[in-house]
């Protein structure tokens, strides 16, 4: 607009630039908004000391800057694909800028052709050079999405081409709400029903590609070693059309003993061959590490920090999974998030076993999210479970049968078996009812699990009446006993411990101001426990996730704690 009204063009990039700065502060100045905001001012550097900028150099300026400034910011996957997608978006683009001109004869056929068939053909190569820069940026950047996110959306290229044509509309009119939000409402309500529009219209179009079937795919990480050796690969193909560019240019601009220095197209497009096979060939390779199974040389047990919750990962060796609950109070979103950590981290896709203990929400309230981003063979509950008059029993009910998932009752003697080297045996609920029970609680299903040669003990909330009942009736020994009820001393420490009589007590939650006594009474139990450990807890030492390893007659137990994971046992 400041060059149609005959600004000067040094006047119109300082003008720019002050009002990109503006619109980045406005929308909080994320690593990625700022990355583009401090390119824009290297550029503009550039523009008032009359130097051309060449874009990928100015790309690494501002990485300089941004690592000095923020070394963290190199960890952060937002700032790592700005700047990947930006780097490929510039070499390709300085690579196709410099593209030999057309020959006059094309030009002259061109200029003799009809208007619309001249539109037709600036809108197909419009189109083939759009598929071009969509497709490269998708393809340098699916490791990465693959291994942050653990997803492969192979709908992206086309999803690109559409929402590109919407993105100025949609960012031109929320920079008009922002800068006219002091003017009356009768200006600024049209401006309102316009940016609303226009988001809506964006937000439908996403959600309308989302929707197709195989549109995102879950896919396990990638190795390091993979992901390290395909951008080493293509940060040499970027900084090569960069450097073919700049011959280019000097071909054009230079002469060297009175012959124009001539570019040598057969040995570069051997070069792109030769990239083109090696990146395709490595990417058939990571496909291949995808889908071989793997194998383990042990089982594993995870107690994921769910807060007050519950949500216990076990994985054989054979590679099946079993998960007994999955829930926190009150906040289910952030236990998906734990227990969806928990189980990609183990690359575990296929939940075999989806075991919940009782009918309390802070055992169960994940199960909806997992529903959505796990393949879960089978769910197995207590009759008393289903029989609940709870409202989010019925709506998981309901959506259980709304994913075809079959549900299994369980009570006393049934068998679950894990694999060759797990299997775990029911040993609550009674087969025979007590009318005694009252809660939810009391009705959780308590499992004897042989984990290679260890067993441990899941006791879910049992307490009170029904927990004395079944150390009346005898609870076998184990090596690892999961606190019943949190660590809360109406799941009996003392008593407990000195039934079972395990090396390793793991509580589920921060134990409640109880937990000096109930710590103390699981040592008084009995005096072989080696260990009490909890998932939250006041100290940083003393929270965080626990990993069991079991293979060969031996146990290491680990825990997660802020500095990684610690050694316990």
């Given at each position: ?166 993105l100025p509309f949609v960012m031109a009119a929320g920079f008009a709400c922002l800068i006219t939000i002091g003017l009356p409402v009768e200006l600024c309500a049209p401006l309102g029903v316009v940016a609303g529009f226009m ?355 031996t146990m290491a137990v680990r825990q997660f704690t802020p500095t990684g994971w610690r050694r316990v046992l």
């Open positions: 607009m400041f060059r149609f009204f005959g600004c000067p063009f040094r006047t119109n990039w300082l003008i720019v630039a002050c009002v990109i700065t503006i619109y980045a502060g406005l929308t909080g100045a994320a690593l990625p908004v700022l990355r583009a905001t401090l390119l824009l001012w290297v550029a503009c550097t550039g523009v008032w000391m009359k130097r051309r900028v060449a874009g990928i150099h100015a790309l690494a300026v501002v990485g300089a800057l941004l690592l000095v400034w923020n070394p963290v910011s190199v960890v952060s996957i937002g700032t790592q694909l700005s700047f990947l997608a930006t780097a490929v978006l510039i070499s390709l683009g300085a690579w196709f800028r410099d593209q030999p001109t057309r020959e006059p004869i094309e030009r002259l056929i061109e200029k003799n052709r009809g208007v619309l068939t001249n539109a037709a053909s600036r809108l197909s190569r419009s189109l083939c050079w759009g598929i071009l820069l969509s497709a490269s940026v998708w393809i340098a950047s699916v490791p990465l999405v693959a291994s942050e996110f653990h997803r492969f959306v192979p709908v992206a290229v086309g999803t690109n081409l559409l929402i590109a044509p919407l988001f809506d219209t964006l937000t439908w179009v996403v959600a309308g590609v989302a929707s197709v079937p195989a549109s995102t795919l879950r896919v396990h990480a990638l190795p390091t070693w993979w992901i390290v050796i395909w951008y080493l690969t293509l940060s040499l193909l970027l900084l090569h059309l960069c450097d073919h560019s700049k011959m280019m240019k000097e071909s054009r601009g230079r002469c060297f003993g009175g012959v124009y220095r001539e570019i040598d197209w057969s040995s570069f497009r051997q070069k792109m061959y030769t990239f083109g096979v090696f990146l395709f060939g490595f990417g058939v390779l990571g496909v291949g590490l995808q889908l071989m199974p793997q194998t383990l040389k042990e089982s594993r047990v995870t107690i994921a920090a769910m807060g007050h919750g519950c949500g216990i990962v076990l994985k054989s060796r054979e590679g099946h999974c079993l998960v007994y609950d999955a829930g926190r109070l009150g906040a289910s979103g952030t236990a998906l998030r734990s227990l969806k950590a928990t189980l990609l981290r183990q690359r575990i896709h296929t939940i075999d076993h989806l075991i919940l203990s009782h009918a309390d929400t802070d055992h169960f309230n994940a199960v909806p999210g997992l529903l959505d981003e796990f393949y879960v063979d089978q769910v197995i509950v207590s009759p008393q479970f289903l029989a609940s008059s709870s409202r989010s029993v019925t709506e998981l009910q309901t959506l259980l049968v709304k994913h075809g998932v079959p549900v299994r009752t369980v009570l006393r003697g049934d068998v679950i078996s894990i694999g060759k080297s797990c299997i775990a045996r029911v040993l609550h609920p009674q087969r025979t009812p007590n009318m005694g029970v009252r809660s939810d609680n009391e009705n959780s299903i308590v499992l004897d699990v042989a984990v290679e040669s260890k067993r441990m003990l899941l006791t879910g909330d049992i307490e009170g009446d029904a927990l004395r009942a079944l150390l009346r009736s005898g609870l076998p020994q184990a090596d690892i006993l999961i606190a019943p009820h949190h660590g809360s001393k109406t799941g009996l420490p003392r008593e407990i411990t000195s039934e079972v009589r395990p090396c390793l007590v793991v509580v589920s939650g921060s134990g409640g101001r109880d937990w000096p006594f109930v710590c103390q009474n699981f040592h008084q139990g009995w005096t072989g426990l080696r260990a009490v450990l909890r998932t939250e807890g006041e100290q940083s030492a003393d929270r965080g996730a626990v990993s069991i390893t079991m293979s060969d007659g």
